[in-house]
């Protein structure tokens, strides 16, 4: 069954480091999304791609978040400074059409020390 | 703004219990729904989906909720549970209309299953 992967599957930075971190979606995906969860707190939405840009973010998506779907598999999240509050799980999900669910990668654990 | 409402935050069960987890919605047009579990450690897993039809769907594992479109309810149940179930479990929402709309979290139900 085709899946999301995700790497790594942890990091762990200091403090005012950049961060990629990297997402494979469903190669016929259209459809693509981050959501982070910070320890033992909701899944919140951070981004949605479609056709090359941003089509919704969230108030935590600020400048120092970015998204790029550089080559036409990866979609990459960055955090050009990270702070001690972007420590969390970060999860890459894509859907396929206008309608249908979202499949969602294991997840990027960061630590920001 | 759509939201979506877990009113319990942590279960503890014996194991043969039943469950029902509420779930709340508020959006004004037509959505699809979504019961995710996250075992410890692990990634979210869809359990079961709502798009249209019959309102009482059934998932994996013998979990099964019901969407009650005049209450914006979509509770899930399961009629004995295992200490297996164990996990989090997340009710979700997206607007059925749009392509790029985005799936909303419910805050979480905190599952503990004692054998």
């Known amino acids: 069954e085709p899946e999301v992967t995700q790497t790594p599957s942890h990091q762990v930075t200091q403090m005012g480091q950049e961060v990629i971190l990297r997402c494979v979606p469903i190669?016929?995906?259209?459809?693509f999304y981050w959501y982070r969860q910070i320890l033992g707190q909701k899944v919140e939405f951070l981004v949605s791609?479609?056709?090359?840009?941003?089509?919704?973010k969230s108030e935590i998506f600020d400048d120092q978040f970015s998204v790029e779907r550089p080559d036409g598999s990866n979609f990459t999240l960055k955090i050009r400074s990270t702070k001690l509050e972007d420590s969390a799980m970060y999860f890459c999900?894509?859907?396929?059409?206008?309608?249908?669910?979202?499949?969602f990668g294991e997840g990027s654990r960061l630590t920001v020390l | 703004a759509q939201s979506v409402s877990q009113h319990n935050h942590h279960v503890i069960l014996s194991e043969a219990a039943s469950l029902e987890l509420g779930c709340n919605y508020s959006y004004g047009g037509t959505v699809n729904l979504f019961w995710y579990v996250q075992y410890p450690g692990q990634h979210l897993q869809l359990l079961l989906k709502y798009f249209s039809g019959d309102p009482l769907v059934k998932g994996i594992k013998g979990f099964e909720a019901e969407f009650i479109k005049s209450k914006f309810s979509f509770n899930l149940r399961k009629p004995s549970v295992q200490w297996s179930d164990t996990a989090e479990y997340f009710c979700a929402v997206i607007p059925s209309s749009g392509g790029y709309n985005k799936l909303i979290f419910g805050a979480g139900t905190r599952l503990a299953v004692h054998p």
């Open positions: 190669s016929n995906h259209l459809y």
């Open positions: 791609f479609y056709n090359n840009e941003i089509s919704e």
């Open positions: 999900a894509s859907r396929g059409g206008r309608k249908g669910e979202l499949f």
